[in-house]
């Protein structure tokens, strides 16, 4: 099993974790010991998984207007610590492989490593709730028949991400790919260079 099928069965661990209480406000204990890489995807996905149902709730068309904002101002905080866990995973990756000699024809990815698990985890997500929608009841033959077509499709899709990103952790340990960690930056959750935020908007 590579790091990759690792990585995506803790996700999916958090995941249905999760909707034991199916309750973005409930606490959600992390089984793992802080400080190690479980730890910190367990956490991960758990970010994901609260803040998948805060979209989903913000879009209540009768949602009170106060209470939408108060929603966004979540979800805005919860994006900023979905980034800054990517890029503690991205730099556990650059320490693990810190020694490896790179060749001299190595190139770049598009993407890094944790990059890659971030939409791993989303896509966690994405198969736990079109494999729901084929499991309701309540709904007709077509639209079960459309999930499971959308599932078979996303599972598909896990099959080939996971495969790529095993293939690139494995081309950076034998030095054929390099890495590099580019903060991101965020300039709209910063006041220095959020003009609203530092006063320069008119």
Same mark, same amino acid.
């Given at each position: 099993m590579? !790091?990759?099928?690792?990585c995506?069965?803790?996700?999916n661990?958090? !995941?249905?974790? $999760?909707? =034991?209480?199916?309750?973005v406000?409930?606490?959600?204990?992390?089984? $793992?010991?802080?400080?190690?890489?479980?730890?910190t995807?367990?956490?991960?996905?758990?970010?994901?998984?609260?803040?998948?149902?805060l979209?989903?709730?913000?879009?209540?068309p009768?949602?009170?207007?106060v209470?939408?904002l108060a929603?966004k101002?979540?979800i805005?905080?919860?994006?900023? =610590?979905r980034?800054?866990?990517?890029? &503690?995973?991205?730099?556990?990756?650059r320490?693990?492989y810190a020694?490896?000699? =790179?060749?001299?024809?190595?190139?770049?990815? !598009? &993407?890094?490593?944790?990059?890659a698990?971030?939409?791993?985890?989303?896509?966690?997500?994405?198969?736990?709730?079109?494999?729901?929608e084929? &499991?309701?009841?309540?709904?007709?033959?077509?639209?079960?028949?459309?999930?499971?077509?959308k599932l078979?499709?996303?599972l598909?899709?896990?099959?080939?991400?996971?495969t790529?990103?095993?293939?690139?952790l494995?081309?950076i340990?034998?030095g054929?790919?390099y890495m590099? =960690?580019?903060?991101?930056?965020?300039?709209?959750n910063?006041a220095d260079?959020?003009?609203?935020? $530092?006063?320069?908007?008119k």
């Open positions: 590579g !790091t990759a099928d690792k995506y069965d803790i996700f661990e958090a !995941t249905v974790a $999760y909707h =034991v209480t199916d309750n406000d409930a606490p959600h204990p992390n089984p $793992y010991t802080e400080g190690t890489i479980e730890h995807l367990y956490a991960k996905n758990m970010v994901d998984a609260v803040q998948w149902h979209e989903d709730i913000i879009r209540d009768e949602i009170d207007p209470a939408a929603l101002r979540r805005d905080a919860s994006n900023q =610590v980034t800054d866990m990517v890029e &503690e995973l991205d730099s556990y990756f320490e693990k020694g490896v000699k =790179v060749a001299a024809d190595a190139t770049i990815n !598009t &993407e890094s490593p944790a990059w698990l971030d939409r791993l985890s989303i896509l966690a997500l994405k198969i736990y709730h079109m494999n729901a084929t &499991e309701r009841t309540d709904a007709s033959a077509e639209h079960i028949a459309k999930c499971r077509g078979a499709v996303l598909e899709q896990q099959k080939d991400l996971t790529a990103i095993n293939q690139l494995e081309d340990a034998a054929r790919k590099k =960690v580019y903060r991101q930056m965020k300039m709209y910063d260079t959020n003009p609203v935020l $530092y006063g320069g908007a």
